[in-house]
């Protein structure tokens, strides 16, 4: 099925396609859903009304890149959205004092998929949060004051500082 046949077909409401959709895509922004989510019953509900977002908001889609990038947004949307319901999100140190030590952190090492998420899991959701935007999902500082309401400083020094933590605790598994 080519994606100009799934979209149309989504837009007529078909179960079909729908059911195709969920089943191809479910796995790919479960992920993206727990990477913001610690809790795997919170990134499952996150999945869940993105899904449905999907379907119901289907007829916005305008073509305008990629369909997968219009989904994943969506799920982002949503598990941000529950995040904040959950809990306000914390930006601790929101004054950072840059260092003049240069930015070295890397995860090139040899780390499993499920350790960096467990790594990830231990940062304050703020940290986690501007993190997962910035370095998994390419968003840019601006972006992401807008989307969460914060100014584009507190941004950078979340990243900063989430980088920071990160490679802490790489250090400590002796990893880094």
Known sequence: MTEHTLIERLKAQDRAAQKWL?????????????RYLVSREDAEEALISGFYKVFAQIHTYTGAGSFEGWVRRIMVNESLMLLRRGQPLIFPGDVFQSTTEADSFSIEADISAREIRDLLNQLPNGY???????????????????????????SKSQLILAKEKMKTLLKAKGIV
């Open 128 to 154: 986690r949060t501007v993190f997962n935007l910035y370095v998994l999902e390419g968003y840019k500082h601006q972006e992401i004051a807008d989307l969460l309401g914060i100014s584009i400083n507190t």
């Open 22 to 34: 969920y089943d191809r895509y479910s796995p790919l922004m479960f992920a993206v859903c727990r």
